[in-house]
């Protein structure tokens, strides 16, 4: 799977959108973007993924550039619970047992104030 | 639905002594994972399981062992814990598609002294 590199951490105001960016320049054609988040003491949450196109759901958007060598992932309008480590997770789809073989890196802190 | 559950939440082993992590899933995944994760770390692949019966070791195995009898259930053995194991233990499942994400349950936080 393709390395990330991501920020050690961010700060952000409350109720601002928050940009976490991340980098995959070695990223291949069949492999996605995923961003999972950890609140403290919990497990790992999902929150969005995608392989070329933009992607938003009900927690998140996620930009990747065109030449999908790096990537933004946006929280519209952080609050307080959104301070957590925000992992970003290149992915191969090789079928078969690589399905849930995520490299986790030590992602980027990221912290809401008030 | 519960999704992912792990007991127990937390536990305190003297050096030496055996345990079983808890693992269970009522999404009828077949794939499920241990990880292991120690302070200021990123996650760690233990071993893992594409079904029932099947299992296989993944980056860090040595001093564990697991079992698969039926799809739900996944638990993870420690025979002679050692402080090294110090660390959070977290199970996760996935349905095992292209665009399925990994769920994870809330961990077992254990030490060993």
């Not at chain 1, 951490?9 to 959108?17: I, K, V």
């Not at chain 1, 980027?108 to 104030?113: A, F, G, R």
């Not at chain 2, 937390?10 to 002594?17: D, N, P, V």
């Not at chain 2, 961990?107 to 060993?112: K, N, P, S, Y």
Request: hydrophobic share 30%.
């Amino acid at each position: 799977d393709a390395k990330t590199t991501q920020p050690p951490s961010m700060d952000c105001a409350e109720g601002r959108a928050a940009n976490l960016p991340c980098n995959h320049s070695t990223i291949s054609g069949n492999e996605y973007v995923y961003w999972y988040r950890q609140i403290h003491s919990q497990g790992p949450q999902y929150i969005i993924h995608g392989l070329k196109n933009n992607e938003t759901n009900e927690m998140a958007s996620l930009i990747i550039t065109e030449d999908r060598k790096s990537s933004t992932l946006i929280l519209p309008h952080a609050t307080l619970r959104d301070t957590a480590v925000y992992y970003c997770i290149v992915r191969v789809y090789a079928g078969g047992t690589s399905y849930g073989k995520l490299t986790f890196g030590q992602g980027t802190i990221l912290t809401v104030h008030p | 639905n519960a999704g992912v559950t792990q007991t127990p939440k937390f536990r305190i082993l003297k050096i030496g002594q055996s345990m079983t992590l808890q693992c269970t899933q009522d999404m009828n995944h077949n794939y499920m994972y241990w990880y292991r994760q120690d302070p200021g770390m990123g996650l760690k692949l233990i071993y893992y399981s594409v079904g029932a019966g099947i299992t296989d070791k993944g980056e860090v195995p040595n001093g564990y062992n697991v079992s698969r009898s039926t799809t739900e259930d996944f638990p993870l053995r420690l025979e002679l814990a050692a402080p090294s194991q110090t660390s959070v233990y977290f199970c996760a499942s996935i349905r095992g598609s292209r665009n399925s994400p990994l769920h994870f349950g809330n961990g077992t936080r254990l030490t060993v002294t």
